[in-house]
Structures are given as structure tokens and as C-alpha cells.
């Protein structure tokens, strides 16, 4: 099974005094990375460049789960790290859809209550209005695994089966392919090959749907490169085909450094460059 680092590849080090300065600013970001799941909840202070701080730690996702236990159980999740190593920045990987910080859809948490919710900046006014991004969780975990060049596709197999899209570099705008049938029976990828599948078939079975669904999204999306994350990405027994590789499960956390870069989260063709990999933070 193909498998790629997430951590960045070193680069020389600045020859200019404006390099060295721009160097030394990023070396101060502290990021609270926060990657919600359906089954559990992750956590670590971050550096600019996806490297960790502390210790990942983790608790069970509540069930069943109100915004206002989720803001509760986030918050004690996260408090001893924010006093271990004080955040300057918070990102937050959510799943469903996310859209200027407000949670729209919420699949594992049920519908009710969940329709325009400001989560982040509730978690955020809980720690001293530290400010906030938040965005799907694929697609944080994209910006850890992606290189930025060409279409490049993000598949996360966890509770359900998420989904991401990068140009060059640039996050596309989301599409919940979760909840897209992908059988004739009505079937979406969430129930598929969602872990509640992967449980009800086993593993081989579940292998050969994602083994499947790997050629419908190639068929569909015509990606350079796909990225396959998420905690069942480890059970993959097939092999992969050369322009797909696994990534590590810390990319959900690791991809909230990137959420922070000027150019992640909207349009950019002036300066491409800056979306590349070795781009700089700011």
C-alpha cells in the first residue's frame, strides 16, 4: 500500500534579513487544530507548518450530541492543552458542511438542531476570542496530504465516507459526494462503505466497495491524484493504484496549519506559487 508522509520536507534556510524575519514570525503561530469526528473527538496545538506542539489527545464524540454539548465536550478536550501551550490561532475540521465558519448540514449528528450553527465562534468566545477557521473535514485534512499541483481528490473513510477537492493548490467548493447514491438501490457512499458497512460486511467485502468506488470517482472526477485518509485507510488490503496513497490519520489535525495559509481558502490565480507546498504561510 502506497503511503506518504504529511509532514512538510524541509527547505534551506533564508539567505535574506526578510527572510529570516518572515521565518521567525511563522516560528510564533501556535495553532489549536480540532478535528471532529463521528466517533471521536481530536485534538493538539500545532505549528505553522503542521508540526505538533503537544500530545494528540482524544475523548469519544457524544451520543447522541447537541451544539451546545459539542461546544462542552470540545472545551474540556482542549483546555489543558490551551494552558500547556497558549494558542494564537484555532482550526477546526467539521463533519458536514461548513460555510463561513456555520455549520449547514451535520449527517452524524442528526438533523435537528444542527441547520446554520455558529459552533466555532461559540468554542471560540469560550477561549478568549481566539480567532477561528472552520471547514469540513476532508477538507483540512486535504491541505496536510495535498501537493498543489493539478486536480487533486480527497476520499476519508471514518463514521462515514467524506470528501474534497483542491485545483492547484486552491480548496474547490465542497460537495457532500457522501450522500450521493452509488448503486441503484439508492445506496450513498456514507452507507457503503461508511464503517457501520465495513462492520455489517467485513472487511473483504468492504475492501472490494472501496476498491470500486476508487474507479467511479477516477470515472467522475478525473483527478492527477488521490489521497485516501481517515482511520479505516490503515485497513486497505488492496493495491492501490499509482496515482492514489494513504495518508496518515494525524492529517486532520496537521491540515489546520494550512487552513491558515492567506491563499487556502479563496480564490487565488495571482500568485500560484504561494499555493504550492513549499508556499509561505504569509
Known amino acids: ?29 501556535r495553532i489549536l487544530a480540532i478535528d471532529v469526528g463521528g ?34 465536550a470540545l472545551f474540556a478536550l482542549v483546555t489543558p492543552l490551551v494552558e500547556q501551550e497558549p494558542p494564537t490561532l484555532m482550526s477546526i475540521g467539521f463533519p458536514g458542511v461548513v460555510r463561513d465558519n456555520r455549520i449547514l448540514t451535520a449527517p452524524h449528528f442528526g438533523v435537528e438542531g444542527w441547520h446554520d450553527i455558529a ?5 471560540a468566545q469560550r477561549l478568549g476570542g ?22 487533486e481528490f480527497v476520499l476519508t473513510l471514518g463514521t462515514g465516507a467524506g470528501t474534497a477537492m483542491f ?6 467548493p465542497h460537495l457532500e459526494l457522501a450522500h450521493h447514491p ?11 462503505i461508511g464503517d457501520a458497512a465495513r462492520g455489517k460486511v467485513g472487511n473483504k467485502r468492504w475492501n472490494k466497495r472501496v476498491e470500486k468506488v476508487i474507479g467511479i470517482l477516477d470515472s467522475l472526477v478525473n483527478y ?35 487552513l491558515w495559509h492567506p491563499k487556502s481558502v479563496r480564490e487565488t490565480r495571482q500568485l500560484p506559487e504561494a ?8
Not at 452509488?182 to 457503503?192: F, H, M, P
Request: a positive charge; proline letters at 4%; charged letters at 25%.
Open 130 to 151: 481566539l480567532p477561528v477557521r472552520m471547514i469540513n473535514d476532508a477538507e483540512m485534512q486535504g491541505f496536510a496530504a495535498i501537493e498543489g499541483n493539478g486536480l
Open 119 to 123: 459552533l466555532a465562534d461559540s468554542l
Open 182 to 192: 452509488v448503486s441503484n438501490k439508492g445506496v450513498a457512499y456514507d452507507e457503503y
Open 224 to 258: 492527477d491524484k488521490l489521497w485516501i485518509g481517515g482511520g479505516n485507510a490503515a485497513r486497505l488490503k488492496f493495491d492501490l493504484p499509482a496515482n492514489v496513497a494513504t495518508v496518515s490519520n494525524d492529517a486532520g489535525i496537521e491540515g489546520g496549519a494550512r
Open 1 to 29: 500500500m502506497a503511503t506518504r508522509k504529511t509532514a512538510r520536507s524541509t527547505t534551506s534556510q533564508p539567505t535574506s534579513k526578510a527572510a529570516s524575519s518572515a521565518k521567525k514570525a511563522r516560528g510564533t503561530e
Open 275 to 282: 499555493n504550492q507546498r513549499t508556499g509561505h504561510f504569509k
Open 39 to 72: 466517533t471521536g473527538l481530536k485534538a493538539a496545538i500545532i505549528d505553522a507548518d503542521g508540526q505538533m506542539k503537544t500530545e494528540r489527545v482524544r475523548v469519544a464524540t457524544p451520543h447522541p450530541c447537541t451544539p451546545a454539548q459539542l461546544v462542552d
Open 167 to 172: 485545483r492547484d493548490g486552491e480548496l474547490m
